[in-house]
């Protein structure tokens, strides 16, 4: 019995090995790019079954050595195709098993590349503090080894992490050494990443044609390499940049291009990402409707796929409900969308969903309601370092002014003082080079009332006011002017 035992553990053993191989052989594949990587994911998911088995017939025996080696060399040396074709909540778990079984190992470069991609994970769903933590041992254990690419790709995270704790001279220097490895290395990808993450930054700031500079040279390097993924990325980012311009039918343009490379691999993250960005063009652009099917299309393969912008598209659809006057589907939405970025601690997304939920809230007469919600965004913004973000609690008290002011229970008089408030904060965020054409386009929608109210030169008047305020003197007259 035990010998027909051990024939059947080396005969399932030999099965997973092939399997492992397969998806390590894959992998290399993938990171040929262009038709490598579609050959790369048309061949795991012919397999992925078989693969699936095989990793959990490895869990399964994980005490035994040589099924730990196996199960650690398929994530290590497969991680870059498996975090394409995997659900992510199903790698996380496999992330933590195997950096379990390499530390029995001592699989010093294993655990390396999984504590990095753990922290990179964490740092996303924005967890500072556990994703720096991680990321800090991950580069000790890659220096350790020489591991070059993957000091460099760690460098880039601990960038971000020092950017989100307001130490930017030291963000800049963890993204330039990043980008020195990567140079020294000849490394397109690294190249394009580090031009990727300048446009980003750029675009954060307000500075469009600067990023678009950026996001155009990082699309010739991704093209360099190969990189179907990050060809779709940026050119969607590009889109982005042509919508806040006002530019959208290139933004669409460019948007189906990105589409149709994203589907090249089957590569959900992106594709929902471009979905995402096409419905909010379709909904720039009146077009309602598209723009619902375009999130509602996002929503179920983003479920499919287990991914973690699920929320994010709960809260679009939320604000389209808003708009389309469906209040109390906006607030389920919203209610759903909140929730979840509340258990993850995600104070950036929190603050996106408050801004979306005081709108509602107006609509519904509760104001009390509304000035609560915007309170917590802007204090949840405060917290952030990049002022562009200040723009939305800033301009949704705007909003909630001059909705509170057009109530039938206002007097004429404490209608024209929310009014001049509302138009001197509107002045500055319309007058701030980061301020988006949603923001442009909202204020407009105003302009009828408002000079029935008021009159154009008024208006003008205000408004040219309010563009010469400091803007954290108008942060702060705001917090003071939401408190209960």
Not at 34 to 50: H, I, K, M, P, T
Not at 96 to 109: F, I, K, N, R, T
Not at 208 to 236: C, F, H, P, S
Request: net charge negative; proline share 2%.
């Amino acid at each position: 019995m035990e010998r027909q035992q051990s024939r059947v553990y080396e005969a399932q053993l030999r099965l997973a090995a092939h399997y492992v191989m397969v998806v390590c052989k894959a992998c290399q594949d993938y990171l040929r790019g262009f038709e490598g990587s579609v050959a790369a994911v048309l061949a795991f998911n012919a397999e992925r079954v078989q693969i699936e088995k095989s990793a959990a017939w490895l869990l399964d025996h994980i005490d035994h050595p040589v099924a730990a080696r196996l199960f650690v060399q398929m994530v290590r040396d497969g991680y870059q195709l498996l975090y394409t074709s995997v659900p992510d909540e199903d790698l996380q778990r496999w992330l933590q098993q195997s950096l379990q079984a390499a530390e029995q190992l001592g699989d010093v470069s294993a655990q390396a590349k999984h504590l990095y991609a753990l922290g990179w994970s964490l740092n996303r769903k924005g967890d500072v503090q556990r994703s720096y933590r991680l990321i800090e041992d991950a580069y000790a254990r890659a220096e350790a080894v020489g591991d070059a690419p993957l000091m460099s790709a760690i460098l880039v995270v601990r960038a971000d992490l020092a950017r989100r704790r307001g130490e930017l001279a030291a963000a800049a220097e963890y993204r330039e050494r990043a980008h020195a490895i990567r140079r020294d290395l000849g490394d397109a990808l690294g190249i394009h990443h580090y031009l990727y993450e300048k446009g980003d930054r750029a675009a954060a700031d307000g500075r469009l044609d600067e990023a678009l500079q950026y996001y155009e040279q990082a699309y010739n390097r991704a093209v360099k390499a190969g990189g179907y993924r990050e060809i779709a990325r940026v050119l969607t980012s590009i889109g982005l940049i042509y919508n806040r311009q006002g530019r959208h039918t290139d933004a669409l343009g460019v948007y189906e291009q990105a589409l149709e490379f994203s589907q090249r691999i089957q590569f959900p993250p992106v594709i929902v990402y471009t979905l995402h960005a096409l419905a909010n063009t379709s909904i720039a652009m009146n077009n309602l409707d598209a723009g619902q099917s375009y999130l509602e299309q996002a929503l179920d393969l983003a479920e499919q796929a287990k991914l973690e912008v699920v929320p994010d598209i709960l809260a679009e659809l939320g604000h389209l409900a808003y708009r389309y006057g469906a209040l109390e589907e906006a607030q389920q939405y919203l209610d759903r969308a909140l929730e979840t970025h509340r258990a993850r601690e995600n104070n950036y997304n929190i603050s996106g969903d408050l801004a979306y939920l005081a709108l509602v809230y107006a609509a519904q007469q509760n104001f009390a309601g509304a000035q609560e919600a915007t309170l917590e965004c802007l204090r949840l913004t405060m917290a952030q370092t990049s002022e562009v973000e200040l723009l939305t609690p800033i301009f949704t008290a705007v909003h909630l002014r001059i909705l509170r002011a057009f109530s039938p229970s206002v007097s004429t008089n404490e209608q024209t003082a929310l009014l001049h408030t509302a138009l001197h904060w509107a002045g500055t965020v319309l007058a701030h080079p980061g301020v988006d054409q949603v923001k442009r386009d909202t204020f407009a929608s105003f302009r009828p009332a408002l000079e029935t109210a008021l009159g154009a030169q008024r208006i003008a008047r205000l408004l040219a006011e309010g563009a010469q305020l400091d803007l954290m003197t108008v942060v702060t007259d705001v917090e003071a002017a939401l408190q209960p």
